[in-house]
């Protein structure tokens, strides 16, 4: 083990011990939920839905291309804000994840982490810009609901409250009781590592590719690992 890579496992061991209570991020982190059902089509098709209404004008050029269903989301909310458009736009992508969860893939090493870390006595709960529901549905898939129950934070109505916003991280925090520095909160992307930072929460950046960690790594992040393995060789030792 060089020394580079035994500070790296002392770091992760001190983020580890310390934390009473591990915020999740949940797609990325727990699971890649559109690794089936592709986020770029979930995306296209709520655009579609849009103009279908004649409501082409309310994207730019550069949101209508994103891929990405929560930019097409947030940016309708940002100009419609509280209206029956955006709800019914939300539960549009929410009925879109709950069918992603079918094809859903597991996080590698993700599923006994949970267990071990919830056995170990630390307490858990899922900070998402997904729908709860859905969280929950995955869950309850993989027989995890009892190890975050009823700890699980999603989108709301209020999408002004989506991270970066630390709004799901403070929630979760005040219903369980936990200073934020007692706390490790693990996301994927630049977003998470803002929320966490917002929170005055540790923050440990899981990527699954080069791409990835360069973004958490841009964003801020300091500890951003590639595989879940050491946490759970960590907390087994």
Known sequence: ???????????????????????????????????GHKAERVAGELVEWLE??????????DERKSLDPHIVLRAVDRRRPGS??????EERLTQE???ATASAMPTAYADPLIRTWRAAGSRLAI???????VARAYLASRGLVTCFAPHVYGRTQDLHRLKP?????????????????AALMIGDSPTDFDAAREARVPFLGYARNERKAKLLRAGGAAHVVDSLEPLLRILRG
């Open 1 to 35: 083990m060089t020394a580079e890579t035994e500070k790296e496992t002392e770091n992760l061991r001190e983020l580890i011990t310390r934390a009473h209570v591990v915020l999740w991020d949940f797609d990325g982190p727990i699971c890649r939920l559109f690794a």
């Open 52 to 61: 279908g209404r004649g409501l082409h004008g309310l994207l730019t050029d």
């Open 165 to 181: 916003d630390p709004h799901c991280l403070n929630r979760a925090l005040s219903a369980m009781g936990a200073a934020p520095d």
């Open 84 to 89: 029956d458009l955006v709800a019914e736009l």
């Open 127 to 133: 900070a998402t810009n997904n729908s709860p529901r």
């Open 97 to 99: 994840e709950m069918r």
